[in-house]
Nanobody
Framework: QVQLVESGGGLVQAGGSLRLSCAAS????????MGWYRQAPGKQRELVAA???????NYADSVKGRFTISRDNAKNTVYLQMNSLKPADTAVYYC?????????????????WGQGTQVTVSS
């Protein structure tokens, strides 16, 4: 079974930094795109940042210049470095990855999601 486990959320003051991590586990053959999404109360889930298997990145306009996404393919892990945090960044952050893995007797592609980690930025 494929799992994504996130860590690194918490409470921080405006202007501070946090680093989120998300590790994939299971019998993994390859991981394609990986990304971070967030969902604030009463709002739709939105893409924050994504990174391809080759390292190409894209960011939401609201986080460009402040957040950096990276990945360690040897560890099946994706990171989100968040600097200059604002109260508007407060949300539950979810990790997402397209994973080719062996499970339930076959090799398949899985659109996998983490359980979410809370990020709260106080003013």
């Amino acid at each position: 079974q494929v799992q994504l486990v996130e860590s690194g959320g918490g409470l921080v003051q405006a202007g501070g930094s946090l680093r989120l991590s998300c590790a994939a586990s299971g019998i993994i053959f390859s991981i394609n795109a990986m990304g971070w999404y967030r969902q604030a109360p009463g709002k739709q889930r939105e893409l924050v940042a994504a990174i391809s298997s080759g390292g190409s990145t894209n960011y939401a306009d609201s986080v460009k210049g402040r957040f950096t996404i990276s990945r360690d393919n040897a560890k099946n892990t994706v990171y989100l470095q968040m600097n200059s945090l604002k109260p508007a960044d407060t949300a539950v952050y979810y990790c997402n990855a397209w994973i080719r893995a062996y499970a339930l007797g076959s090799v398949s592609e899985y659109d996998s999601w983490g359980q979410g980690t809370q990020v709260t930025v106080s003013s």
